[in-house]
């Protein structure tokens, strides 16, 4: 129910949800090649997708939002990895390189 709230909320807003049906091996090199041509801002997978698969796409896609769909028709939130950019991730001060000892 929540889904479809917001999905009439982007009806408003004049957001199109795109939904894209593709076929091809191996299956997870092709997720995670159309999310990344795509930009989305949100990947919804249905029920069918394996969460091993889900799990290896949110780590290796970090700049969109994914939700699974699960067997009560419920979203769960995929939490995938950080942005790079995070303040708390980036070091002020960049690592020195060692220097080869002959």
Do not use: W
């Amino acid at each position: 129910m929540l889904l479809l709230r917001r999905f009439i909320v982007a009806l408003n807003l004049q957001v199109v949800p795109e939904i894209r049906t593709e076929m091809g091996h191996p299956l997870r090199l092709l997720v995670i090649e159309q999310i990344t041509s795509l930009h989305p801002c949100l990947v919804v997978f249905d029920r069918y997708h394996n969460r091993k698969n889900i799990e290896y796409y949110a780590e290796k896609v970090g700049f969109c939002h994914m939700v699974r769909i699960n067997e009560n028709g419920e979203a769960e939130t995929i939490h995938g990895r950080r942005s790079l950019f995070s303040a708390s991730s980036t070091p002020l001060v960049s690592p020195s390189l060692a220097t080869p000892h002959i």
